[in-house]
């Protein structure tokens, strides 16, 4: 089934390529701002996450230091991009329902083309991010050789979380208010704001969250220049691969009844 899916989404190739662009297009179709907002969540997740240190080091008396904005920075965009494809794409069928409906084709295209179209956003806030992090005096070093496999786990395990989430909502039409208040209130269960070192003993079962996992290893390779944490970077990547295909077959099993359902 697996090799079905892949040759199929091989196949459909151009599919993907027509509907990321589309969405990408709608996105950016007679707006003001234009491709600036790309840069908006991620800019207000890097200003709140200023704010909150700010008191955090009002509080403590211990002044704010500029790699701890750094470290805000660089967490700051993948779950920008995280929670953004999460939110399209839980939508991703039902707004195709006209397309869902007709011929066959994988229905997995939506939600794939969703999470591509908010990785070209992704793409055009790192820009801001590398300048930022070029302000602020972060070097380069070796470790940085980690970020593509990190992205990469992220990659999937968004696409996994889009795709189950999509097939769900499709089902029952209320999944998309639960996954909005579930990616509202995460960010403050997710070390973006703040180390995951500083909950002392608590450390573990915030890193339990996979994702947490993978920003807090984006973290320490870009801006600490340390090695990543290997341990938890495998049961990150065990939860992205795992997703990705557990989901898929789901996803694969119930499309047959997504026409009727729709």
Not at 221 to 228: K, T
Request: hydrophobic share 60%.
């Amino acid at each position: 089934m697996i090799k079905e899916m892949f040759n199929e989404m091989i196949e459909y190739r151009e599919l993907i390529y027509i509907l990321t662009w589309r969405d990408i297009k709608i996105k950016y179709k007679q707006t003001v701002m234009g491709f600036f907002w790309a840069l908006l969540m991620p800019m207000l997740i890097v200003s709140a996450g200023v704010l909150i240190r700010k008191a955090f080091s009002m509080v403590s008396g211990k002044p704010v230091e500029m790699t701890e904005l750094a470290s805000i920075t660089v967490k700051a965009l993948p779950w920008s991009f995280f929670i953004s494809s999460i939110k399209f794409g839980t939508n991703s069928l039902t707004g195709n329902s006209n397309l869902v409906t007709k011929i066959y084709f994988p229905r997995e295209v939506f939600p794939i083309s969703a999470v591509l179209a908010n990785l070209f956003d992704f793409a055009i806030a790192s820009g801001m991010v590398i300048i930022l992090l070029w302000i602020a005096g972060i070097g380069i070093g070796m470790q940085l050789l980690w970020v593509p496999v990190i992205l990469f786990f992220l990659f999937l395990l968004t696409i996994g979380f889009s795709m189950i989430f999509a097939c769900a909502n499709l089902f029952f039409r209320d999944v998309k208010y639960i996954v909005e208040v579930i990616v509202t209130f995460a960010i403050f269960f997710t070390p973006v704001f703040y180390d995951a070192s500083m909950l002392g003993k608590w450390e573990p079962f915030i890193l339990l969250n996979p994702v947490a996992v993978l920003l807090e290893n984006l973290n320490a390779v870009i801006v600490l220049h340390d090695p990543p944490r290997y341990l938890w970077l495998i049961y990150a990547g065990t939860w992205a691969i795992g997703s990705f295909f557990v989901f898929s077959i789901i996803f694969h099993k119930a499309e047959v009844y997504f026409a009727e359902n729709i």
